[in-house]
Structures are given as C-alpha cells and as structure tokens.
C-alpha cells in the first residue's frame, strides 16, 4: 500500500477569484497583513500497488485527466509509504 498527496493550484497569471475573495474577508476580519491568498486543491490517496514507478505513472495520469486542468492548473505529486 503507498500514500500519496496531491496538490493542485491554479497556474501563475491565472485569475483566481477565490483567493481575492478570501484575502479580502480576512482583511476585513482585522488581517491586514495578509497580502494574498492562493486557493487550491489537496487529494490524499491511498493506492494498492507496490510498484512506485507505475504508482507514480498512475497518478501522472490521474492528474492530467480528472484531478487537474492542465490549461490552468498545475499540480504536485508527493509518494510516501
């Protein structure tokens, strides 16, 4: 059995309305620090496969059809044990 995390984010230049919405609440909730906020996605995933190679085949492949847009999002893979 293997765990993985995977991290998915919007691209740099990539509009995200989300983040500005929550920057400013936090602003507004006394925050003024916060100088921006990034919103994203995390998936933990457990996978019954003991090949590490084709684990991280697979979940290459999951991201670029399912998990992640590749037009504006890019996304990390992180395998552990």
Do not use: H, W
């Not at 003991?50 to 999002?73: G, Q, S, W, Y």
């Amino acid at each position: 059995m293997v765990r993985a995390k995977i991290r998915v984010e919007l691209k740099d230049g990539v509009l995200d309305p989300q983040g500005v919405t929550i920057k400013n609440a936090l602003v507004d909730m006394g925050y003024p620090e916060i100088a921006s906020v990034k919103s994203g996605k995390t998936f933990d995933l457990e996978i019954d496969l003991d090949d590490r190679e084709l684990v991280e085949t697979k979940l290459d492949e999951m991201c670029r059809k399912l998990l992640a847009n590749p037009v504006i999002e890019q996304y990390s893979v992180e395998v552990y044990e």
